[in-house]
């Protein structure tokens, strides 16, 4: 059965049930399964004995493992690690030297100079005296695309008062993070491993980064359920993904949305920041700070995982062989073609790509036809160097905007449709390449 018949048996079962419950019950919460029966499997067969189930990603999936581990008695420990990429990489940056950039000066939604400083963890003082050493003082709050992006870092590596801010609040903030993860248990000597959604594996390195101040030798392990690329100098056999790796799935990529993933997937509270101390009766403890506003979907998370708790009391079953295959027959349809149902009911997520994930907007932004042709390969290339005159703004998931655009009837959907996957297969064969030119297959 192809994508298309896949989407019109879906269409025809949300004519009788129109509910954002079961598609719940029927597409994510049995991926969400999938996974976390492949990851305690391969727990169980490697010997580790403890995972740590990064916030806010894990969150949902730590549950699950929670629950799986006591139901079929288990012997591997669950925790929950409050942590982000901000809260991991601020401490990290005067480790990386210049090498910072590669984390700072990174491609996104709607990135403006006001984010790149922001992810540098620079006040707005700071900010505005680089933008004026970087000619960016009128343009400060200006979106601009990942190739003035990349020129901006090669700018902004000129700068030495920027290095001198950014070493700074790096070096303050690396106590009370090192302090954190020490408190968790993450230099005990004991087999354990990570566990997120994935995407580039950065955050792993990070934490080791962290740790092996403290142990120079400390290697760690990730499960993740995708992985598009690891970062260049790490060994592959510490990245273990389940449904895509970076040396191939490409159609399994193509037809997915790692945006709409993780805010499906995500916790009910705000982000982690940074860790503060804390007087405790005969120690001091380590507290995750977390931003101030709460998670803007926090009433419909909840409510996923009061289904998924629904779901797994259901699963009184046997222990069977994870099946990522089935994954994709369940998440491909969904999240490559969706029916307008589907992308309205789950496309109204407010998502961020920011590190400091300000700036949210729902995951299948509202596009005008115009707005999704800009996303057409030749014109996407045209408004990017210049010779087009048009601000590219982008939806983190785009077949929920195709699926969503009232002027678009069926054959329009179809072809813009077709546009995103042939701008998407572009995209993945490059980085497939690139990967193995690095890794090796």
Request: with cysteine.
């Given at each position: 059965?192809?994508?298309?018949?896949?989407?019109?048996?879906?269409?025809?079962?949300?004519?009788?049930?129109?509910?954002?419950?079961?598609?719940?019950?029927?597409?994510?919460?049995?991926?969400?399964?999938?996974?976390?029966?492949?990851?305690?499997?391969?727990?169980?067969?490697?010997?580790?004995?403890?995972?740590?189930?990064?916030?806010?990603?894990?969150?949902?999936?730590?549950?699950?493992?929670?629950?799986?581990?006591?139901?079929?008695?288990?012997?591997?420990?669950?925790?929950?690690?409050?942590?982000?990429?901000?809260?991991?990489?601020?401490?990290?940056?005067?480790?990386?030297?210049?090498?910072?950039?590669?984390?700072?000066?990174?491609?996104?939604?709607?990135?403006?100079?006001?984010?790149?400083?922001?992810?540098?963890?620079?006040?707005?003082?700071?900010?505005?005296?680089?933008?004026?050493?970087?000619?960016?003082?009128?343009?400060?709050?200006?979106?601009?695309?990942?190739?003035?992006?990349?020129?901006?870092?090669?700018?902004?590596?000129?700068?030495?008062?920027?290095?001198?801010?950014?070493?700074?609040?790096?070096?303050?903030?690396?106590?009370?993070?090192?302090?954190?993860?020490?408190?968790?248990?993450?230099?005990?000597?004991?087999?354990?491993?990570?566990?997120?959604?994935?995407?580039?594996?950065?955050?792993?390195?990070?934490?080791?980064?962290?740790?092996?101040?403290?142990?120079?030798?400390?290697?760690?392990?990730?499960?993740?359920?995708?992985?598009?690329?690891?970062?260049?100098?790490?060994?592959?056999?510490?990245?273990?993904?389940?449904?895509?790796?970076?040396?191939?799935?490409?159609?399994?990529?193509?037809?997915?949305?790692?945006?709409?993933?993780?805010?499906?997937?995500?916790?009910?509270?705000?982000?982690?920041?940074?860790?503060?101390?804390?007087?405790?009766?005969?120690?001091?403890?380590?507290v995750p700070v977390t931003d101030?506003?709460?998670?803007?979907?926090?009433?419909?998370?909840?409510?996923?995982?009061?289904?998924?708790?629904?779901?797994?009391?259901?699963?009184?079953?046997?222990?069977?062989?994870?099946?990522?295959?089935?994954?994709?027959?369940?998440?491909?349809?969904?999240?490559?073609?969706?029916?307008?149902?589907?992308?309205?009911?789950?496309?109204?997520?407010l998502f961020s790509d920011d590190?400091?994930?300000?700036?949210?907007?729902?995951?299948?932004?509202?596009?005008?036809?115009?707005?999704?042709?800009?996303?057409?390969?030749?014109?996407?290339?045209?408004?990017?160097?210049?010779?087009?005159?048009?601000?590219?703004?982008?939806?983190?998931?785009?077949?929920?905007?195709?699926?969503?655009?009232?002027?678009?009837?069926?054959?329009?959907?179809?072809?813009?449709?077709?546009?995103?996957?042939?701008?998407?297969?572009?995209?993945?064969?490059?980085?497939?390449?690139?990967?193995?030119?690095?890794?090796?297959?």
């Amino acid at each position: 059965m192809n994508l298309t018949d896949r989407r019109e048996q879906r269409l025809q079962s949300y004519k009788k049930i129109q509910s954002e419950k079961e598609i719940y019950e029927r597409v994510l919460a049995p991926t969400l399964y999938e996974f976390v029966l492949w990851v305690l499997q391969e727990a169980l067969q490697s010997g580790t004995k403890r995972l740590y189930f990064l916030a806010r990603d894990g969150y949902q999936m730590y549950l699950a493992a929670r629950q799986l581990c006591k139901q079929y008695d288990l012997d591997i420990e669950c925790r929950y690690l409050k942590v982000s990429r901000y809260a991991v990489r601020v401490p990290e940056y005067h480790l990386l030297g210049e090498r910072c950039l590669e984390r700072i000066c990174v491609g996104g939604i709607d990135v403006t100079f006001e984010k790149i400083m922001q992810r540098a963890a620079l006040t707005d003082k700071e900010a505005e005296e680089i933008a004026a050493l970087a000619g960016y003082t009128e343009n400060y709050r200006k979106v601009i695309n990942y190739h003035e992006v990349m020129q901006l870092k090669d700018c902004l590596k000129k700068i030495p008062l920027l290095f001198h801010y950014i070493d700074s609040h790096s070096k303050e903030a690396y106590g009370t993070a090192i302090g954190y993860l020490t408190q968790e248990g993450l230099l005990e000597p004991v087999s354990y491993a990570l566990v997120d959604s994935g995407w580039i594996g950065t955050i792993q390195q990070s934490i080791e980064h962290l740790l092996r101040q403290k142990q120079p030798d400390r290697k760690l392990e990730g499960y993740y359920f995708g992985l598009y690329e690891i970062p260049e100098g790490e060994r592959k056999e510490n990245y273990h993904s389940f449904y895509f790796t970076p040396w191939g799935e490409i159609k399994r990529k193509v037809h997915f949305s790692n945006s709409l993933f993780e805010a499906v997937f995500s916790a009910p509270e705000g982000m982690t920041l940074s860790y503060r101390t804390e007087s405790g009766k005969d120690k001091i403890i380590y507290v995750p700070v977390t931003d101030s506003r709460e998670n803007l979907n926090r009433e419909r998370i909840s409510r996923y995982i009061c289904w998924l708790e629904e779901f797994l009391q259901e699963k009184k079953q046997s222990l069977s062989q994870a099946d990522n295959g089935y994954v994709e027959e369940l998440l491909s349809p969904f999240m490559g073609n969706p029916t307008q149902f589907e992308a309205e009911a789950y496309g109204s997520l407010l998502f961020s790509d920011d590190v400091r994930e300000d700036n949210n907007q729902k995951v299948s932004a509202d596009f005008s036809e115009q707005e999704i042709k800009n996303h057409h390969l030749l014109n996407r290339l045209l408004i990017m160097t210049g010779i087009r005159k048009r601000v590219l703004h982008e939806s983190a998931w785009i077949e929920g905007s195709i699926a969503t655009c009232r002027t678009l009837n069926e054959r329009g959907r179809a072809r813009n449709r077709w546009h995103a996957v042939f701008y998407k297969y572009i995209i993945y064969i490059r980085k497939w390449i690139k990967q193995n030119m690095i890794h090796g297959k």
